[in-house]
């Protein structure tokens, strides 16, 4: 089979780099991670990833500390998780670029759009670390906005402990209902919990498709760029 997509953004969660350990990085688990996005990268598909810091750090868990000063704590939470999944990558032969939205030379290349879309057509996989840069957007909006940048054809949502979107939460409720497809204004009227509002309605302005599937499943993340039906599939009809 040949994948359906020629350029991707992969969002990963920083759980997922967690593992069961919930917390921090568990190195069996990014070096899986690493071996299915090198397979994916073998396909021929220009692979964008964004890392979330939510295993380290998430800005709106906190209720006393300035919330700027705590989303840029956040912030290095994703560099952190951008490095370790650089190592992996480079450990079996992918060549990675980390590009931080932060300026941080001694590790990173800094944001640069054409320098990224370089590095895609040269076959390198880059790792957008430091989320958009800026506090109070999330590292989904950061995804939505760096997708538009290179012009990715679609974001690829990759969740721990789930396998789609659900009208409830299907850990509290049994009954609770999977949607194999949705609009995005489905998920602002529905309050549902996939990406931030601001996230949502940049991919709706640009029209950039979502697909969002669970990250626990070898082989998921190369089943779905082959168009095998998994998960939920969000775009104007």
Known sequence: MEPIFKR????????????????GIDEKTVNRIAEEIKDLHNLGV?????????????????????????????????VINSLAL??????????????????????????IRRRAIRHLEKGRIVI????????YFSTDTAAALRAAEI???VILLAKKGVDGVYDSDPCINSSAKKFDSLKYIDILNMGLGIMD???????????????????????????VVLGKKIGTHVKEE
């Open 128 to 135: 957008f670390a430091a989320g958009s840069g800026n506090p």
């Open 46 to 78: 220009e692979v964008a990833i964004v890392v979330g810091g939510g295993n380290f750090w998430r800005g709106r868990s906190t209720t006393k500390m300035d919330r700027t000063t705590s989303d840029y704590m956040g912030m290095l939470g994703t």
């Open 8 to 23: 991707v953004v992969l969002k990963l969660s920083g759980e997922a780099l967690a593992g069961n350990k919930g917390h």
């Open 197 to 223: 509002s601001t996230a949502t309605s940049l991919c709706m302005d640009n029209k950039i498709p979502l697909i969002i599937f669970g990250i626990d499943n070898p082989g998921n993340i190369i089943d």
């Open 86 to 111: 650089q190592d992996a990558l480079e450990n079996i032969g992918v060549i990675t670029r980390v590009q931080s939205a932060i300026e941080m030379r001694q590790i990173a290349e800094p944001y």
């Open 151 to 153: 012009e990715a054809e």
